[in-house]
C-alpha cells in the first residue's frame, strides 16, 4: 500500500508521471465515458461516485482517471498493490477509513491490477464497500466476468476503457514537448511527421509513447541550445522497424492480405516469413491471431475442421502469454492453415443465402416449420403437417424448410477434399434419398 500527495512531482521522475493529466480537461481519450454529457462525467461532476471498475489495456488512463475523479471530489486517495498488501494491511486502512467516514472524509481506494488480489483480499475490501466506508475503484486488463469475485463485482460498475487512437496520443506527445512538466522548457526540434511515428509505435499506450519520447530525446543530437530528433534517432531509439509498418497505414493491410494470400496458396513458408514481418513491427498478436480465426473458416472450413479449434486455441494462447512468447503459437497456426486442405463452400453458401435472405426478409417462415405453444397458433396451423426426424427410420424426411418463392435453391456447394468429401458423400446420399422419396 502506497499513500502519496495526488499530483507528486520530482524532476527525477519518468516523462509519463510527470506528464500525467491532472483534471478532466487535460485527460485525452475515453470520449465514451467522459466526452460531454456522458455518464462518468456527470457522476463525477455531481460528486455521485460509486464503486466501479476500469477494465481496459495497459497505457490508457485507468490509473490517471481514478486519480482525477479524487481530486474533483476532493477524496483521500490511497493506492493498493497486489504483490505488498496483505489481509492484515487492508482491514487496517479500511478501519481508518471508517473513522475518516465519521469525520466527513470521504476515502477512494485504488487498487491496481486487481484481477492479481486472491480471494480473501479481494472479500476483505466488501463489508467496506458495501456500508459505504470506501469507494473502491479498481483496474484490470484482465476480464473481471473471470477474475473478480462476484460478490465484488456485483457492487461495482464496471467501464470499459478503449486503447488510445494515434490521434489522442500525438496530442499527449505535442502536449510533452511544449507543456513545462515535460521538455516545455527545453528547445526541441521534432516534426509532426516524426511524432506520428512514434504514436503510431505506442499502439495505444500512452505510457509507452512517453516513455519512447523521453529515450528519443534524452538520445538526440545537440546543436547550439537545441535539440534536433531526426528520423535516424527514432530508428536507432526504438528500431527501424516502426518506419517501414504504420499500423495504421497501406502497408499494414498489404501484409496482412499478403499473409491470408500465402496461408490460401499453402506456401508456409510464405506465411511465416509474413507473420513475423507484421510480429517484429510491433502488430498486436491478437489481431493477427483473430484474422487466422476467419481464415480457418473462410478459406479451410469443412474441409478440415479441427483448423477452427487450432485457431481457437492459438487466440487463447496469445491472450495468456502476450508478446514475444506467443510467436511461436501463431507460427504454429499459420503452418498449420498452410498445410491443411482448403475450402470456401461455407463462405460461398452464406454469401448466396445472403443475397437471397436480403432480397426476401418479408417472405414469412413456412407454416410447417413455426412452432405453436398456444392454442391460438394450433388453430392457424402453425406447425401443422411437422415431421420431426427422429421419428423416422432414416431420420429424413421430405418436408420443405425454405420459402416457397425459394424452393429447391442450392446454396452449399461441398468440395470433395479432405473432411469435405464425407459431407459431400453423406449430402449427396441425403439429396437422392429425399428425391426418391419425393416421388
Known amino acids: 500500500m502506497y499513500q502519496q500527495s495526488l499530483f507528486e512531482l520530482k524532476s527525477s521522475e519518468p516523462l509519463a508521471s510527470r506528464m500525467r493529466p491532472r483534471n478532466l480537461s487535460e485527460f485525452v481519450g475515453q470520449t465514451h465515458l467522459i466526452g460531454e454529457g456522458k ?15 476500469f477494465w481496459g489495456p495497459p497505457g490508457v488512463g485507468k490509473t490517471t482517471l481514478a486519480r482525477i475523479i479524487a481530486h474533483e471530489t476532493k477524496s483521500k486517495f490511497i493506492t ?96 510533452a514537448i511544449t507543456d513545462e512538466r515535460g521538455f516545455g522548457k527545453e528547445k526541441i526540434n521534432i516534426s509532426d511527421e516524426n511524432l506520428k511515428i512514434i504514436a503510431n509505435f505506442a499502439s495505444g499506450d500512452a505510457r509507452n509513447a512517453l516513455t519512447t519520447l523521453d529515450i528519443i530525446i534524452t538520445n538526440a543530437n545537440i546543436e547550439g541550445d537545441t535539440i534536433q530528433v531526426s528520423k535516424e534517432n527514432i530508428e536507432n531509439s526504438i528500431s527501424k522497424k516502426a518506419l517501414l509498418y504504420d499500423k ?91 498445410l491443411a486442405p482448403k475450402s470456401n463452400s461455407s463462405d460461398v453458401a452464406y454469401r448466396l443465402a445472403a443475397f437471397d435472405a ?43 424448410c425454405l420459402p416457397p418463392s425459394l424452393k429447391n435453391r442450392t446454396y452449399y456447394t461441398p468440395n470433395a477434399i479432405g473432411n469435405e468429401l464425407r459431407f459431400k458423400e453423406r449430402l449427396d446420399k441425403i439429396k437422392a434419398w429425399k428425391k426418391a422419396h419425393k416421388k
Open 80 to 175: 493498493f498493490s497486489a504483490v505488498t498488501s496483505g489481509i492484515k494491511e487492508i482491514k487496517k486502512v479500511m478501519e481508518d477509513a471508517d473513522n475518516n467516514k465519521r469525520l466527513g472524509v470521504r476515502t477512494i481506494v485504488f487498487v491496481d491490477e486487481i484481477h492479481r488480489f486472491n480471494k480473501a483480499q479481494q472479500d476483505a475490501f466488501l463489508p467496506f464497500v458495501e456500508k459505504g466506508s470506501i469507494i473502491l475503484i479498481g483496474a484490470t486488463t484482465e476480464n473481471p466476468s473471470f477474475e473478480i469475485n462476484n460478490a465484488l463485482l456485483s457492487r461495482c460498475r464496471v467501464f470499459v476503457l478503449k486503447e488510445l487512437s494515434s490521434d489522442d496520443i500525438f496530442t499527449l506527445l505535442k502536449r
Open 248 to 338: 495504421n497505414g497501406e502497408e499494414h493491410y498489404n501484409i496482412i492480405s499478403a499473409l491470408h494470400k500465402s496461408m490460401r496458396n499453402s506456401d508456409p513458408d510464405a506465411a511465416v516469413y509474413w507473420l513475423a514481418r507484421m510480429l517484429e513491427a510491433g502488430e498486436d498478436p491478437l489481431y493477427i491471431a483473430r484474422r487466422i480465426t476467419r481464415f480457418a473458416s473462410e478459406d479451410i472450413g469443412l474441409a478440415d475442421t479441427n483448423a477452427l479449434n487450432v485457431a481457437i486455441n492459438v487466440y487463447q494462447a496469445c491472450h495468456f502469454l502476450g508478446m514475444p512468447e506467443c510467436n511461436v503459437h501463431l507460427a504454429e497456426a499459420v503452418i498449420y492453415m498452410s
Open 358 to 400: 436480403k432480397n426476401t426478409l418479408a417472405e414469412p417462415v413456412p407454416l410447417v416449420i413455426r412452432n405453436a405453444p398456444t392454442k391460438l397458433m394450433k388453430d392457424l396451423n402453425y406447425g401443422k403437417g411437422y415431421q420431426f426426424a427422429h421419428d423416422y427410420k432414416d431420420k429424413l424426411t421430405t418436408m420443405e
Open 39 to 53: 455518464l462518468l462525467k456527470k457522476m463525477i461532476e455531481t460528486d455521485n461516485i460509486s464503486s466501479m471498475i
